[in-house]
């Protein structure tokens, strides 16, 4: 595409919401604020997206490797996403936001998926933002189980969203850590040393003026090349 064509909005961000631990650890807290706070963080920058005319983010909430967490850490993430679920449902439909699990169900407790469901119900007229929630996702086991499936686009855990256009990673790690692999194949990477408790609407406006400035290619040559 032309880049006088491409489309200066991503129509598909993807969120690597990472540093909450670092940012509790850094005020003497314990991680789990740092979790909280990574809540805030996400619900301002919801709204900032939906300024901005992007119609899919995708966050990532919980990988397939967050397992391996100590249990309890695991259980407050399980919890907390269940609470917020609840908590947040009508406010998110008033915004015009479509939340959609993604991830492997296996190995995901009955009431947090009931959770999911619920919010996929009241949400699922919405059109102005899909919310990708993920959860128990990995990169891997997304393309294992699309694979066994069949063709890889059609069985991706949301094979209707486009790929992703541009990927964010907050805290200062370069590093995929199993997100999005197929949907990201060219997206635009954008890493920031902030901590994700501390990242909002503003600082999602300043990566999106930088994906704006940016020349995508796909393989192929950009505008005005001979
Ligand atoms: C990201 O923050 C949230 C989840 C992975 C659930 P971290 O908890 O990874 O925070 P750091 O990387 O330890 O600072
Ligand atoms: C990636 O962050 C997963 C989520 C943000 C949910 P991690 O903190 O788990 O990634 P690594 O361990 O630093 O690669
Ligand atoms: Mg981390």
């Known amino acids: 595409m032309a880049e006088a064509d491409a489309p200066s ?29 990574g809540e805030k963080a996400l619900y301002d920058v919801i709204g900032g997206a939906l300024e901005a005319g992007v119609r899919y983010l995708s966050v990532y909430a919980f990988s397939t490797e967050n397992w391996n967490r100590p249990p309890e850490e695991v259980q407050f993430l399980l919890n907390f996403n269940r609470m917020l679920l609840r908590q947040r449902r009508n406010d998110l439909k008033d915004m015009g936001v479509r939340i959609r699990r993604i991830g492997r169900k296996e190995g995901m407790p ?13 949400t699922g007229a919405n059109d102005a933002l899909q919310l990708l929630v993920c959860f128990n996702y990995g990169g ?17 855990y949301a094979p209707d969203a486009p ?14 850590s199993n997100f999005m692999l197929w949907q990201s194949a060219y997206a635009e990477l954008y890493f920031t040393e902030t901590l994700w408790p501390d990242f909002d609407r503003r600082a999602l406006a300043e990566a999106l003026a930088d994906y704006a400035a940016r020349t995508r290619r796909f393989g192929g040559l950009s505008a005005g090349s001979l």
């Open 163 to 176: 790929d992703v256009d541009l990927l964010i990673r907050t805290s200062g790690e370069r590093r995929l």
């Open 110 to 122: 009955e009431d947090l998926l009931d959770e999911f469901a619920a919010a996929e119900e009241v």
């Open 9 to 37: 909005v991503p129509t598909h961000v993807a969120l690597i919401m990472d540093g909450n631990g670092r940012w509790a650890e850094g005020r003497g807290l314990p991680r789990t604020a740092g979790h909280e706070a």
């Open 140 to 156: 891997r086991a997304e393309l294992e189980d699309a694979a066994s499936a069949g063709a890889i686009p059609d069985h991706l």
